[in-house]
């Protein structure tokens, strides 16, 4: 059974994400109204931070996009390993944007519109 409870658009953006002391590069795959999924390569050193319930902050694809930062509270994490050798590791995190500013929402309407859109446009009437 479905456990969430709002509308996911998959996306590719960039992603800029400070936990503790540690600054990381990431990329968001999907977003929803109160969420994200976040990937992170080559975070091992902030890995002990990077558990649920902790607090990152994040700012999506700051070069294209005007959004401010947001506090997020990690819901879950995965660590897929990348290399036993190399002992390097991604992380996928289930984000919750804790009090989505205004910016977020507006953006997020305009993602769903835009998929909306999408849809009618392969849909043969």
């Given at each position: 059974?479905?456990?969430?409870?709002?509308?996911?658009?998959?996306?590719?953006?960039?992603?800029?994400?400070?936990?503790?002391?540690?600054?990381?590069?990431?990329?968001?795959?999907?977003?929803?109204?109160?969420?994200?999924?976040?990937?992170?390569?080559?975070?091992?050193?902030?890995?002990?931070?990077l558990r649920p319930e902790g607090i990152i902050t994040l700012r999506l694809d700051p070069v294209k996009l005007d959004?401010?930062?947001?506090?997020?509270?990690?819901?879950?994490?995965?660590?897929?390993?990348?290399?036993?050798?190399?002992?390097?590791?991604?992380?996928?995190?289930?984000?919750?944007?804790?009090?989505?500013?205004?910016?977020?929402?507006?953006?997020?309407?305009?993602?769903?519109?835009?998929?909306?859109?999408?849809?009618?446009?392969?849909?043969?009437?």
């Amino acid at each position: 059974m479905e456990k969430r409870g709002s509308k996911r658009y998959f996306v590719f953006y960039e992603a800029e994400v400070s936990v503790g002391t540690h600054s990381l590069r990431g990329i968001v795959g999907n977003i929803s109204e109160r969420g994200m999924f976040l990937r992170l390569r080559d975070a091992d050193p902030a890995m002990p931070l990077l558990r649920p319930e902790g607090i990152i902050t994040l700012r999506l694809d700051p070069v294209k996009l005007d959004l401010p930062m947001m506090k997020c509270r990690i819901v879950w994490t995965y660590e897929l390993v990348l290399s036993l050798k190399d002992k390097r590791s991604a992380y996928h995190i289930g984000l919750e944007i804790i009090e989505p500013p205004e910016e977020w929402k507006e953006f997020f309407r305009m993602t769903a519109m835009r998929h909306f859109e999408e849809q009618m446009k392969s849909v043969q009437w």
